[in-house]
């Protein structure tokens, strides 16, 4: 299958700084990329879509302006967590899709493990 | 809406066991279903899914599920683990044929002992 690379894999930051995760398709182009979230114990939770070149849609109860979704180009999408604080604490993880057609399948990311201290 | 349960957080078996990881989802119009499975330190895998037709779907290492409509479940099955098959195991639902978005179950962690 595609391969799509999550970096960094663990990050650690203080509350109040940003982080940004960066979701590479490395083998094709991706026209979709999806942000999911776990917290612990949970399931993995759809936060947004985004297709390239158009701003992200995200799913009801996720803060935009908080969670800063880029699609600059068909194989990086990057989320940046704006002044995170302990409870954005998760494993983030994205998956990314080369069209829309029936059964194309999206491929995940290794997650990212999000800590703020 | 649509939701998806895996009743069981841990499944411990022997290798060479036959193992069944729950699933059951609840939606009120027809949706399409998948099991991922995640090895440690990977990304979600994508194991089987079912879109139509045989409600009876296969993988290539081993694995089946069986779409039940009247029990609204997905139950995934291996008749003898392996030690490879260790790995935390997700149930999912979508609207869409093409795994767009997913909405998936709380997982369920398959710890097999030698």
């Known amino acids: 299958g595609a391969v799509v690379s999550q970096h960094p894999s663990r990050v650690i930051c203080k509350s109040g700084t940003s982080v940004k995760i960066e979701c590479r398709s490395l083998?094709?182009?991706?026209?979709?990329m999806f942000w999911y979230r776990q917290f612990p114990k949970q399931s993995l939770m759809l936060m947004a879509t985004s297709n390239e070149g158009s701003k992200a849609t995200y799913e009801q109860g996720v803060e935009k302006d908080k969670f800063l979704i880029n699609h600059a180009s068909l194989t990086l999408s990057t989320l940046t967590v704006t002044s995170a604080h302990p409870e954005d604490s998760s494993f983030y993880i994205c998956?990314?899709?080369?069209?829309?057609?029936?059964?194309?399948?999206?491929?995940f990311g290794q997650g990212t493990r999000l800590t703020v201290v | 809406a649509q939701s998806v349960t895996q009743l069981d957080s841990q499944v411990p078996v022997f290798e060479e066991a036959p193992v069944e990881l729950r699933c059951n989802y609840s939606?009120?119009?027809?949706?399409?279903l998948f099991w991922y499975v995640q090895y440690p330190n990977q990304g979600l895998q994508l194991l089987l899914k079912y879109l139509s037709g045989s409600t009876l779907v296969e993988s290539i290492n081993g694995f089946e599920a069986e779409f039940n409509k009247s029990q609204t479940s997905f139950h995934l099955r291996k008749p003898s683990v392996h030690i490879s098959d260790t790995a935390e195991y997700f149930c999912?639902?979508?609207?869409?044929?093409?795994?767009?978005?997913?909405?998936f179950g709380q997982g369920t962690t398959l710890q097999v002992k030698p």
């Open positions: 998956s990314a899709r080369e069209g829309t057609g029936r059964n194309t399948e999206a491929f």
């Open positions: 999912a639902v979508s609207r869409s044929s093409n795994t767009g978005k997913l909405i």
């Open positions: 083998d094709f182009q991706a026209t979709t």
């Open positions: 939606s009120s119009v027809s949706v399409y």
